[in-house]
């Protein structure tokens, strides 16, 4: 099992914004949100599209290339054209360090 690796600050993160960082050779989308911090690769399923590029609505995080949407805790479609999830990652805050399982 891979450790947890520090990605950001917690202050990096706007509530309920988008920040992008990249782990090993993974781009991952993190989401802030109610005060907790979710962690997506940041690739849409449907047309590898960035993320990172769209917006949070609730607990979902909408693609703007063609309005998919995916559901932050579990990656899972929530709005076609996407049927196939996304990766997300284990999450935790340590102190104001937001750190990733990859």
Known sequence: MSEFTTVA??????ES????VQLD???LVL????????????RCSH???PLSAGEVTGDQI????????FDLASG??????AVLPVRTFECR???????VRL
């Open 17 to 20: 914004g988008l920040k992008t």
């Open 62 to 69: 909408t693609c703007v290339l063609h309005g998919a949407r």
């Open 93 to 99: 805050i340590q102190g104001d360090e937001v750190q």
């Open 25 to 27: 050779s993974i781009n």
């Open 9 to 14: 600050s917690l202050d990096d993160i706007p």
């Open 47 to 49: 047309e590898e599209f």
């Open 76 to 81: 899972a479609p929530k709005a076609l054209p």
């Open 31 to 42: 989401v802030k949100r109610d005060g907790r911090v979710y962690a997506l690769e940041d």
